[in-house]
């Protein structure tokens, strides 16, 4: 994902909990906040996806259950004191966002690619960034630490193109990673991947053999997942990927493609591998709410100062027919086939026509105001702080639970610890 433009900064709306909003560029996180000191800080990455119904196009949260399930997991891990809202109440405010910034009237379909678009782009997804960070300025490790949720949404496109279709050349990083909290998405667990990256950026400016992402090693040798997302190993029919003892984090997309997987008749298992077995191996791939399932064609291994000592390739990569099957089966639940189940949370049953289009209005209104405001400050580097106030609207009968039960109950994360 590249920095954030300055038409998104400027133009798109985010919360501060669940009933204040402002745009992007005007929120913050207070300059001695324990998170930003001390990286005191959790989140979650979810999609919302445009899908296919009949001539028409619905947005959808993909899976909000599990990724608040899997946050509510990680405050408990880290001993957080603060309840965090209700499904209900997050998923309200992340569609509450989507109609203030117009999304419901921005989706459009050509041939089988969704593309949701505006006047500074066309996109494939909405990327929701969950985050529960301290709000409050305090220095010391034993502070008091007062809680928030904030909700970023923004539009992406691909989150890892790979060079060669077959699939990515990655590059193993070439010391071992050791996390504290390897089963929560803890702020503090992607220092090192956004050093990896960085690393990354410098091995291609050197090297021949150029790499689409880096992934790790654990201290006992064993592969555990990349900068962002989990690795699968395909072996004999078999699905294999690493566990969490082994310092992966418990991922919800490769628990969709192990569900899959068992519903093709296949094996699936938790187990290790090394940089050793990635020859042995019918094919390696990523999985990421982000990423989606990306084959891995190529390994190399680098020395300390990132320069290659040798590589191995996988027999078939991309072209292996299981993985073919699976990303087919993977695109297909994405794209709103209840086959497997119903994953998606719709907008459309979320918040009815008059009050997304209250919200739609709302959102011009208090843009406009703000750009009329920030004309007496023309010239300065001021920013305005004034927040939209909006209550949720909860007391409207969810059906939300009754169809999605099931999900939780089958793939859950505590089947995955």
Known sequence: MNDLSRDVLDNFYMSFGISKYNLVQAQYIPPLSPSLHYSSALFEGMSILGVPDGPDIRLGLFHPNLNLERMRHGMKSLKIDWELYSDEQIIESIFTIC??????KSITMEDRNVKISNEFGEYYRIYVRPLVFAKNNAIGLGARLDYELMLGLMPMGEYIAPRDPDGACVMLFPRPRELAFPTVKASSNYQLSMHARSAL?????????????????NPKGNITEGTGENIVMIKDNELITP????????????????????ELGLKTKFGTFAYSDVESADALFFTGNAAGLVPIKKVVRVDSNYSVVDYMETKEGGKNHIFAKLKQEYA????????????????????????LDE??????????????????????????????????????????????RWIIERLGIKHYL
Not at 99 to 104: E, F, R, T
Not at 201 to 217: L, P, R, T
Not at 363 to 385: A, C, P, Q, R, V
């Open 99 to 104: 109609a203030l910034n117009k999304w419901n």
């Open 201 to 217: 950026k410098s091995y291609n400016a050197n090297n021949d053999i150029q790499c689409d992402e880096a992934i790790f090693n």
């Open 243 to 262: 566990p969490v003892s082994e310092g992966a984090l418990p991922g919800i997309t490769y628990r969709i493609a192990f569900l899959i997987a068992e």
């Open 332 to 355: 297909k639940i994405s794209m709103g086939d209840a086959s497997y189940g119903s994953f998606f949370t719709y907008l459309s049953d979320w918040i009815d026509e008059s009050r």
């Open 359 to 404: 919200l739609n209005r709302l959102g011009d209104e208090f843009k406009h105001s703000l750009s009329k405001e920030m004309e007496h400050y023309e010239g300065t580097n001021t920013s305005i702080s004034s927040y939209m106030h909006i209550s949720p609207k909860i007391s409207v009968i969810r059906k939300y639970f009754d169809d999605k």
